[in-house]
């Protein structure tokens, strides 16, 4: 296993022989049925651990124990087809039942108010719900995308209850879609109080990977909130331009596939799109919130993300009359090859284009909960004017005889077909 060692954490070593030791305690996945938990679920109990998933979501509870996935995820289905006839999963909506394992993972949502404000008291609640039911010499890990210092709040709030736990913050750090590759490829962060602590959860995660990097726990916790930060910021500044770059007729993804060609230090420059998802502004927030609203760039990149779904509805209106004209808007999902509409930019996109358009027809391959979607022939046969709103595979295949407003230059060469 290798160690990557933060500044503020206490040197420590890994013994190689704790390796695959926690399925005796067995795990706990709070929220267990999600984007997140399941997942996680699923690659521990593939490493040959016990594995226990909690959710209060009784429908999600059956899909899975029918050997379902609620959710579209790459790998997962064969996944859990092999860890229920193994055995090793089994799923609860009873509180009490965390009080049989090792390690409770406490993975649940972290949403903003209306005001675009965190709302820590998500994480806050799932724990009191069962908190009658931890025991002391547990080891509790907050897997959830947390507000800075929410981790220290869950301390006391066991400190209250007199609940002697170890706590870590151990962050997600996995892309939707690409769960069960990522969670074992990419390093694992983790975090503790004590030394003990922390070589717990690096005990654990050690199931999954063999890279472990090590850091205090505010710093894991902005690491999170940094990480994503930093790629929403990176998707505004590509938005940004490619928004100059269509003002003055010119191809954004030609001037970018002359900055990057052969090129390191441009290597990383992204191509347009819906920057969208249950995540990147969300956290972009948080961390605004955690500097006093002091985030100018950050608050910037907002603007220009949220708002790109009226530059495309604008750049439309100088060439077409949309007030006669059926619009086909292609993907609903906040990304390509996802089922997952969560804060989808598509819907923005929607709302315009009903506002400015004669009809909008809208499809997705993928989407299942959004009973107001048609079929793609239907849209391709039918519309005036297609849109992308998420770029699947798909659609690079087919050969429209309509005009396309395609941001993410999945029918390129250029961006508007």
């Known amino acids: ?138 080891h509790l890990i907050l897997r959830s995308t947390v507000y800075p210092g929410v981790t220290a709040l869950v301390e006391r709030l066991l400190a209250k209850h007199d609940k002697k736990l170890d706590v870590t913050f151990c962050p997600e750090r996995i892309a939707e879609g690409k769960a069960m590759e990522e969670l074992h490829t990419l390093p694992q962060i983790v975090s503790g109080r004590t030394e003990a602590a922390t070589a717990r959860a690096a005990g654990l ?24 930060t930093w790629r929403y910021i990176k998707f505004a500044a590509a938005n940004q331009l490619y928004m100059m770059a269509t003002d003055y007729g010119l191809d954004y993804e030609a001037i970018r ?19 969208a998802g249950p995540c990147l502004l969300k956290d972009t927030m948080q961390l605004a919130a955690f500097n006093n609203n002091n985030f100018m760039l950050g608050h910037a990149a907002m603007m220009v993300n949220e708002g790109l779904p009226m530059y495309l509805v604008d750049q439309i209106e100088k060439d077409h ?52 979607l048609a079929p793609l022939d239907q849209v391709l046969e039918q519309a005036d004017i297609l849109v992308v709103g998420a770029p699947h595979k798909v659609y690079a295949q087919i050969s429209p005889a309509v005009p396309v407003m395609d941001v993410w230059n999945i029918l390129g060469p250029g961006v508007h077909g």
């Open 257 to 275: 596939r002359a900055m990057t060609q052969d090129y390191p230090r441009a290597a990383d420059v992204p191509g347009a799109g819906l920057a």
């Open 321 to 372: 009359d949309l007030s006669t004209m059926t619009v086909g808007l292609l993907g609903m999902a906040f990304k390509g090859e996802s089922d997952d509409i969560r804060s989808s930019l598509s819907y923005k996109l929607k709302r315009l284009l009903k506002i400015k358009a004669d009809r909008v027809l809208c499809t997705d391959p993928y989407v299942t909960v959004d009973s107001d």
């Open 1 to 138: 296993m290798t160690w990557v060692q933060g500044h503020t954490s206490e040197s420590f070593g890994y013994d190689h022989r704790m390796r695959g030791q926690t399925s005796v305690g067995g795990v706990a996945v709070v929220g267990g049925c999600g984007h997140v938990g399941l997942p996680l679920g699923l690659a521990f109990a593939d490493a040959g651990l016990d594995v226990l998933l909690y959710d209060i979501n009784d429908a999600a509870i059956d899909t899975v124990r029918a050997g379902k996935m609620p959710f579209f995820e790459n790998g997962a289905d064969e996944v859990l087809s092999r860890v229920l006839a193994a055995g090793r999963l089994t799923l609860s909506s009873d509180p009490s039942s965390v009080s049989a394992v090792e390690h409770v993972v406490v993975v649940v949502g972290t949403p903003v108010d209306q005001h675009l404000n965190p709302d820590p008291a998500a994480v806050v609640k799932a724990i009191e719900a069962m908190i009658d039911h931890l025991r002391d010499g547990q």
């Open 205 to 228: 995660f050690g199931n999954l990977t063999d890279q472990i990097v090590t850091v205090g726990i505010e710093e894991a916790e902005l690491a999170k909130l940094f990480t994503n």
